[in-house]
């Protein structure tokens, strides 16, 4: 179940201004100089975008000459343009033309649709792309075919004109082949030639190559099924075959009917698909079977090269996600021996830390310290020293300079210590162990990417006062060129309602020997002699967390504006934080989570300026989930709640995640009832408005259906709203604008200036 959050509004623009170091950039108070108008969802979900140019998916070229990036047309945001911009100055220029190259388009297949939906890709144009590593090219899938744009002549080649879908396409390392998968098939094309050539053959009905199963996707954050070796001498390619798994009958309900989907989808405790990996020579044809082990039952987690080609690095999860095991592989004989592993009481996490050195080194992520770290090993697996250390989690592994030893990484962090609201670029030492040193400046919310040879990385920033802006820097904090400055001034779409933006609070709460963060948003002419409804938003599910010191969503100030004090807190389970803090919730879920919100709710009830009776919480999917649990605890005491596509009973959900947090329903009987939203009914506190999208294929409609059959067998009175069509999260301006309509419509009616006196 990767994060989907409530609708949120990101906000950039672009300009280009001289080299200077990085830090938060200085913006004019809106309070003093902005118009007041208040916000509405009318003018949120409308074209063009509050947001303005919006960077997407930025990165730099090999040669580090040009950024490129994915930005929304103005007449459509939901059509992304590829853009680039040159490094040594000068205005972006966009590079393809999703409406020139495509002027209409198509339907896609449903392999691409299911897809999409893992990624939470939900536009169309050009959504993705890829470099190769000499620079030359960027190629670009647009609506089921493929584009090459040359960077010298700056021609685009149409590459594949098909009625199937060309997906999962890329550049090999060197720039000699394009490769994607085609019905069910890997296929590659010789740019010196033109020749496309089968790499596979036999993939149809349940057998499917070079494509992550939905599993992987889903749950792993793996979006690929193969691996170029970097002399592209071999290709890694995943074998799928769903023969295993259940068939769950889907109804498939949109506004012009309903068919029945037969999806192979593998609930808890039930069978997954078995995987395999294969290795093509492309230089002889010969293909070789990876040895994985004789148990089956098994994840194929990652896949990785070493830097020279001569082996392929695979991590294999045990199917209990207790144990994960680092495989060096002979890519000329399949044969594999085991040179790392890593265990847990609970469970091990797959992450993208592994990084293949060029002296044959590796770095890999752990967290058997409590937190989780990065660590030098040798070839052959041994553990040669900790890289980072610290009462703090590493969230991710961005870059490494291996001419100079630099490690880059981000993390929440002060001082060695956590600080889960805001988040940085940091470097660490190869060579020693010692502690970090921040690349980016404290105060707000950085994330960064770094080029391959760790000089530079595209840094992205946010505060409290600061809409997202992106550009690149050198490794010094030098900023080189904005990407997208975004100031907030005159002319923004946001600057007419930025004075009726409210600076959050931020503060803790303890649970269980645990830091609980929380912040609060109060509405525009706050009044604390007068008392206010609170909103408690929520997902409460593992996730990097909410609580951020940064931009907030437009969604917050649509509340805020209807008179609601928003809160929100980051429970145990939620973050990326400690193992323990992470932990809480294993077996349990649903327990821990909900203790906290009660923490957060007494809190709440003790602020003069807070109504006790009119406290309601809303949330969607893990959110959803919190939100019937809360409203059916009665120490939260909640007078409403929004539930949103939510997980109700989960031995109706997939393996990856379910079995993760909560083993299988055989082995934790007890641990499954007690998550049983169902066996809670009878306490609910408040009024329910349940919504799901009638075309879910992750959290099927399932969950939500055996919700109303209970409830009106109970005679429970409840509020529903369905969304033909639409997956697991509600798409496009004109459906989201009815979704918030709806939101504020039951708010105002059960906390708002129309909910009933309290007794």
């Known amino acids: 179940m990767r994060t989907l959050l409530l609708a949120s509004t990101l906000f950039l623009a672009a300009t280009a201004v001289q080299a200077q170091t990085a830090r938060p950039p200085a913006q004019p108070t809106p309070a003093a100089a902005a118009a007041s108008a208040i916000l509405t969802p009318e003018r949120v979900f409308a074209n063009p975008s509050l947001a303005g140019p919006v960077a997407r998916g930025v990165s730099l070229s090999p040669d ?40 209409e388009a198509g339907q896609l297949s449903e392999a691409e649709i299911a897809r999409r939906e893992r990624m939470r890709i939900s536009q169309r144009g050009v959504v993705e792309y890829s470099w190769d590593e000499q620079g030359r090219y960027i190629l670009a899938p647009l609506e089921g075919d493929i584009f090459l744009a040359d960077r010298q002549g700056g021609a685009v080649r149409r590459l594949t004109e098909t009625a199937a879908d060309e997906i999962d396409a890329k550049v090999s390392p060197k ?28 993939g149809k009905d349940l057998i499917t190559w070079a494509t992550a199963e939905f599993i992987a996707q889903e749950e792993l954050d793996r979006d690929t099924g193969y691996w170029w070796s970097p002399n592209e001498r071999y290709i890694a390619i995943q074998r799928t075959d769903e023969s295993p798994v259940d068939v769950i009958p889907r109804l498939d309900i949109t506004g012009g009917g309903a068919s029945v989907i037969e999806q192979r989808y593998p609930r808890a405790g039930r069978p997954n698909a078995v995987v395999e990996l294969y290795i093509r020579d492309i230089q002889s044809g010969d293909r070789v079977k990876v040895d994985l082990g004789t148990n089956t039952d098994i994840y194929l987690g990652r896949v990785n090269w070493a830097a020279d080609g001569q082996t392929a690095y695979v991590q294999r999860l045990s199917r209990d996600q207790k144990r994960l095991d680092l495989l060096a592989v002979d890519p000329a004989t399949g044969r594999s021996r085991v040179i790392a592993s890593q265990t847990s009481r609970a469970w091990v996490n797959v992450t993208h830390d592994f990084r293949a050195l060029r002296d044959g080194n590796f770095i890999w992520s752990s967290e058997e310290s409590g937190w989780r770290h990065l660590y030098l090993h040798n070839r052959e697996g041994r553990r040669l020293r900790p890289i980072t250390r610290g009462d703090y989690a590493v969230k991710s592994l961005n870059g490494v300079n291996q001419d100079t030893g630099e490690v880059f990484f981000t993390a ?26 921040a690349v980016t400046p404290q105060g707000g919310w950085w994330s960064a990417s770094v080029n391959g040879t760790g000089t530079a990385y595209v840094g992205n920033y946010s505060d409290l006062d600061t809409p997202p802006q992106s550009a690149l820097y050198s490794m010094d904090g030098t900023r080189v060129r904005w990407i997208e400055e975004n100031r907030l001034e005159a002319g923004h779409p946001f600057w007419p309602y930025a004075s009726r933006k409210r600076t959050p609070q931020y503060g803790t709460l303890q649970s269980h020997g645990e830091t609980l963060v929380w912040q609060m948003v109060t509405p525009p002419d706050f009044d604390p002699s007068k008392t206010y409804p609170v909103v408690m938003q929520v997902y409460g599910g593992p996730s990097g967390g909410g609580v951020r010191r940064a931009w907030q969503p437009a969604s917050t100030q649509l509340l805020t504006e209807a008179g609601y004090i928003v809160f929100r807190l980051d429970n145990r389970g939620e973050g990326d934080r400690s ?14 989570e909900i203790e906290d919100q009660v923490v957060g709710a007494n809190y709440l009830r003790s602020l003069p300026y807070v109504d006790a009776n009119r406290i309601a919480m809303m949330g969607w999917s893990y959110g959803g989930f919190m939100s019937l649990m809360a409203l059916t605890e009665p120490k939260m005491g909640l007078a409403s709640a929004i539930a949103g596509a939510p997980p109700t009973e989960w031995s109706l959900y997939d393996t990856g995640y379910t079995e ?15 998550s049983d939203v169902n066996t809670r009914l009878d306490n609910l506190t408040g009024r329910l408005l349940l919504m799901h999208g009638m075309a879910d294929d992750n959290v099927i409609f399932e969950n939500t259906t055996r919700v109303l059959n209970a409830l009106q067998e109970r005679s429970i009175p409840f509020e529903t709203m369905l969304y033909p069509g639409q997956r697991h999260g509600i798409r496009g301006n004109d459906r989201q604008l009815h979704q918030w309509r709806t939101y504020l419509d039951f708010l105002d009616r059960t906390i708002g200036s129309r909910a009933p006196a309290a007794e």
């Not at 002060?414 to 190869?430: K, M, T, W």
């Open 64 to 103: 580090g000459e040009l950024v490129a990036f994915l930005r929304s047309r103005e007449d459509d945001v939901d059509v992304l343009d590829l853009w680039a911009a040159p490094v040594s100055g000068g205005e972006p220029f966009k590079l393809i033309d999703a409406r020139a190259l495509v002027p």
């Open 175 to 202: 720039g000699s082949y394009v490769s994607f998968v085609r019905d069910q098939n890997l296929f590659v094309i010789d740019l010196a030639t033109g020749q496309e050539t089968a790499i596979t053959d036999d």
């Open 412 to 437: 929440s962090m002060r001082d060695g210590r956590e600080y889960p609201i805001e988040q940085q670029l940091f470097r660490a030492s190869l060579r020693r162990t010692g502690d970090a040193t």
């Open 579 to 592: 193992a323990a803090f992470k932990q809480a919730l294993y077996l349990k879920m649903g327990q821990p």
């Open 660 to 674: 993760r947090y909560m083993s299988t329903p055989e082995r934790n009987v007890d641990g499954y009832a007690a």
